[in-house]
């Protein structure tokens, strides 16, 4: 069982930035893939983001690539969001998770553990 801790809950004007965190329990990730998701109209997650704990490798949503940058701290078992130039339609409760294979997926159900959830809300 791996249990998956957020932080970084904020209220941030729109054009500003926040960082996301989600600590991990694992003592080693090396085989796992991370990552972040939002609730959409048409879905109950979105994909935002993932990173491929092992080489680093990642991908974005195109409605966050250039803005949103993930990351991670080995030496931290964390996993970063950093969101910058944030938008009103990035208001959402964020989701790290957690993928128990070491191949990258923008599919919310092949996902095995997740987080209770971070608020972010943007204002105009």
């Not at 690539?65 to 964020?94: C, H, W």
């Amino acid at each position: 069982q791996v249990q998956l801790v957020e932080s970084g809950v904020g209220l941030v004007q729109a054009g500003g930035s926040l960082r996301l965190s989600c600590a991990h329990s694992r003592r080693t990730f090396s085989s796992y893939v991370a990552g972040w998701f939002r609730p959409a109209p048409d879905k109950e997650r979105e994909f935002v983001s993932a990173i491929k704990w092992s080489d680093g490798r990642t991908a974005y949503a195109d409605s966050v690539k250039g803005r949103f940058t993930i990351s991670t701290d080995n030496a931290k078992n964390t996993v970063y969001l950093q969101m910058n130039s944030l938008k009103p339609e990035d208001t959402a409760v964020y989701y790290c998770a957690a993928r128990r294979a070491d191949t990258m997926t923008e599919n919310a159900a092949n996902y095995d553990y997740w987080g209770q959830g971070t608020q972010v809300t943007v204002s105009s």
